[in-house]
């Protein structure tokens, strides 16, 4: 009987309004919203079904149904607005609550909703505002893409760029305060490159100094965390662009996500091709106890032709309201071609030449990265608690081809015997990840929250390398022995974390360790069968060494004004790059070779924040120490048999201190003009020694970077970013400056179309160099990886909020006004 009083109750307000609306307002608006929850007996615990659900505006009826037998309850098509609540059943008071539904809140959990309170519980969430491009918290920067001019149709490593605190090097690896950051995506390791990775796809990217005890130990030098575009709108949405540029820069990319429950998915595909030619020089002074020995002089000029295909493609099922089980695939294909001339000499003194000659080099190489995600999260009544776990699986493939072709001549320019000298060689290296992991958090009451969480990462590589030159006693191809070798790795770290955090007055405070067990072993698969290995813990004396502890304090000191403090231990783990004892060559003079003898540094990390909000803007003030033992550190030294030759090795230095201050300063200075600071400063102390030799080093280091947005009438925005970084120490020199500045405008037409010109390193400048000094030779050397172009790219954005697009149409289609772009 109470059912059908509830529904005969339902249908009598419908109808009414139905019929009040026909004379009201006519005008309609896009339908996107939906809240859920559950209703619920407190005294029984039981759910109470059949209770009437109707939402209210004005006192007007815009939506309503009843409970289920479960109590769960779904209200869709809600249009954007504040709203009134109501739940009724009988034996019940009426349930009041008001509802604000905006683009950022589309869906709103309401939770277990107790039917004996009878009180308004205001839960508005934030009114819709226009996002930053920089928004500075205080404990992550985190850089909407979207706002980026820049970066439009290029990569992530076109992003990093004007990201504060964040360079790049040479080899287009993302620094964090001069130290290699760990790149995440959506909150996971990723195995992909920079470069594999489309700018187009990007929403925002999270840069985190000091991670706590929920993520690796690894990341020693921060964390950039990428987030990818996702859709959270019911309807269909998506966006095409295309860009066209200077140096062979062609792109594309379409991608579509349509979200209608119980489903969700989305698809993504991006073609991105583009050259660099590029100049590089390597000057080298020998010296025998301190007198000049001789010269090495390489000129060289490389044209880099980069191609890559990424894809994805990911299908949500919405289970319940509050259990979400998501299926993803992504793949990155591509191929990375290099031409390289080398004019190279040795000279006895300045004015006398010994021998000169050119080396070509063509590489072929072609890489696949295939990663599959499975992820389920469960979301309770209880704002903020939830549970999450995934598995991951990751297969990746890496095959190159080369060719050299070095001709010698003397001085008088004869031909030297045994030339052309020829050589290939032929390299794979594939390799297998296998990831789960599971986060657990529990928000026990208003000022305490509890996080837990384990990981596992199982890794399994196997790497070729068959490098051969032509014999001309044979008249064949011959293995050369010295450069060819076989292994394969294995690489496990098992860990499991806990934080805790209060909040106490104006104090919060978050407590957490993370244990990680780690082993990692390379075994050559030849006739030796030789391997290098390490394991933490492998017993109990080296227990400590596996735990990894962090401390966060924060105080409001004003409304405007938080203090925070935070101090974590770290791990940084040598590669197998580093460990592998094999001989590898980018030409006849410069060798690099890894060192199974490495151990992990162990580090400390330790900051002091203040986010100071200014009338116009906000300003973030860091103070950082970094404490390194055993710091990994690249060292380079003359090959024993041949002085001339150079030969480059990573070595565990004694210890390395870091004392730094990270500055970012964003202020609105005019009515559409925004300028965001950045000053990093570092002075660094390095203490090593290697074949008895004691080395060190100290020195200051700066970071500048300025980026200006303004914002002019009819729908055009200009960007100008401009970097400098000056010379930085290292073991046995010094790196030299580098500096760029790159611009771009862009015009929106309709709301749904963008147009951006840019141009990258205007004035052309961009390098990265070192200067080194021992006391066995002298090195000038300097390279770029990237020259300067201009790109044009369009951008088309399409969609319509629609919540029935997965559902039965009526014969009485919605107006198109209700949907759009």
């Not at 059943?89 to 277990?112: C, M, P, R, V």
């Not at 990201?163 to 290699?180: C, F, H, M």
């Not at 590089?280 to 000029?301: M, P």
């Not at 024993?640 to 565990?652: A, E, G, Q, R, Y």
Request: net charge positive; proline share 3%.
């Amino acid at each position: 009987m109470k059912r059908y009083l509830n529904i005969l109750f339902l249908t009598f307000v419908l109808c009414g309004n139905a019929l009040f609306a026909q004379k009201g307002n006519t005008a309609k608006t896009s339908s996107t919203g939906h809240v859920y929850g559950k209703v619920m007996d407190p005294k029984t615990k039981e759910s109470v079904p059949f209770a009437s659900v109707i939402v209210l505006k004005n006192d007007s009826l815009v939506a309503g149904n009843l409970t289920r037998s479960n109590g769960e309850f779904n209200i869709e098509n809600l249009p954007f607005g504040k709203f009134n609540l109501k739940v009724k059943s009988i034996g019940y008071k009426t349930f009041q609550q008001s509802i604000f539904i905006t683009a950022q809140n589309e869906e709103q959990d309401l939770g277990n909703i107790q039917m004996e309170i009878d009180e308004t519980l205001l839960k508005e969430v934030e009114i819709e505002t226009e996002k930053s491009e920089v928004e500075m918290n205080i404990d992550r920067k985190v850089f909407n893409v979207d706002k980026n001019i820049l970066s439009k149709g290029g990569t992530a490593a076109d992003v990093m760029k004007n990201i504060p605190s964040v360079t790049l090097d040479e080899n287009g690896t993302a620094k964090l305060r001069q130290n290699s950051a760990t790149i995440y995506i959506d909150g996971r390791p990723t195995t992909l490159t920079l470069d594999q990775i489309a700018a187009d796809q990007i929403e925002r990217v999270e840069v985190i100094t000091n991670p706590s005890a929920k993520y690796e130990a690894n990341a020693s030098g921060g964390i950039i965390n990428i987030v990818m575009k996702s859709n959270t709108k019911v309807g269909y949405y998506g966006i095409v662009s295309a860009g066209v540029g200077t140096n062979d820069h062609y792109n594309g990319m379409v991608s579509i996500n349509v979200k209608q429950k119980p489903i969700g998915f989305s698809l993504a595909y991006n073609y991105s091709n583009f050259k660099n030619p590029i100049e590089a020089y390597n000057y080298r002074t020998n010296l025998n106890n301190g007198i000049v020995s001789g010269y090495y002089d390489a000129d060289n000029n490389k044209v880099f032709q980069n191609t890559f295909n990424t894809g994805s493609a990911g299908l949500d099922y919405y289970i319940n309201n509050r259990n979400t089980l998501s299926l993803s695939q992504n793949m990155t294909i591509g191929d990375f071609d290099t031409k390289e001339d080398q004019l190279f000499k040795t000279r006895i003194n300045q004015d006398s030449i010994l021998s000169f000659g050119t080396r070509v080099t063509n590489t072929i190489m072609h890489f696949e990265n295939f990663t599959t995600k499975l992820y389920y999260k469960k979301t309770f009544p209880k704002k903020g608690k939830e549970l999450s776990a995934n598995i991951n699986y990751n297969t990746m493939q890496i095959n190159s081809h080369n060719d050299f072709t070095t001709n010698t001549y003397d001085a008088t320019g004869i031909l030297f015997p045994y030339n052309p000298d020829l050589q290939n060689s032929e390299s794979s290296n594939k390799g297998n990840t296998y990831t789960f992991q599971a986060d657990y958090i529990d928000p026990i009451n208003d000022s305490t929250n509890l996080e837990l969480g384990v990981r596992s990462n199982y890794k399994a590589s196997n790497v070729f390398f068959d490098a051969r030159y032509f014999s001309y006693y044979s008249n064949q191809d011959t293995i050369d022995p010295n450069l060819t070798n076989h292994y394969k790795v294995k690489d496990i770290v098992n860990a499991a974390y806990i934080n805790y955090s209060h909040r106490y007055k104006k104090i919060n405070y978050m407590i957490g360790l993370r244990f990680e067990q780690s082993f990692y072993q390379g075994t050559f698969l030849d006739i030796s069968n030789s391997s290098f290995q390490y394991s933490y813990p492998d017993n109990l004396n080296n227990l400590a060494k596996a735990l990894f502890p962090g401390i966060f304090v924060s105080k409001q000191l004003s409304k405007k004004q938080t203090l925070q403090f935070n101090i974590s231990r770290k791990i940084g783990r040598p590669d197998m790059r580093q460990l592998s004892p094999n001989i590898s060559s980018s030409d006849r003079k410069n060798y690099s070779i890894g060192n199974p003898q490495l151990t992990p540094e162990f580090l400390t990390l330790a900051e002091v924040n203040v986010n100071q909000y200014l009338n116009k803007g906000n300003a973030l003030i860091s103070l950082f120490f970094r404490n390194t033992q055993n710091p990994l550190t690249n060292y380079s030294y003359q090959f024993p048999s041949d002085s001339s030759i150079l030969v480059n090795t990573t070595i565990n230095g004694k210890q390395s201190n870091t004392l730094g201050m990270d500055n970012t300063v964003k202020y609105t200075l005019i009515k559409g003009l925004e300028a965001t600071l950045n000053m990093n400063l570092l002075y660094t102390v390095i203490d090593a020694s290697y074949n008895n030799t004691n080395f060190s080093n100290d020195g200051f280091y700066y970071n500048l970077k300025l980026k200006l947005n303004y914002r002019l009438p009819k729908n055009i925005s200009v960007q100008l970013s401009g970097n400098y970084e000056s010379p930085k120490i290292i073991p046995q020199g010094k790196e030299k400056e580098n500096y760029f500045l790159d611009c771009g405008i862009s015009k929106e037409v309709a709301k749904i179309m963008t147009f951006t010109l840019s141009v990258s390193d205007i004035f052309d400048t961009k390098g990265k160099g070192n200067n080194m000094t021992t006391d066995t030779y002298i090195q000038n050397y300097w390279s770029r990886r990237e020259t300067r172009y201009v790109k044009f790219t369009a951008m088309i954005r399409f969609g319509k909020a629609d919540t029935a697009l997965l559902k039965k149409r009526p014969q009485t289609q919605q107006s198109d006004t209700e949907g759009g772009f």
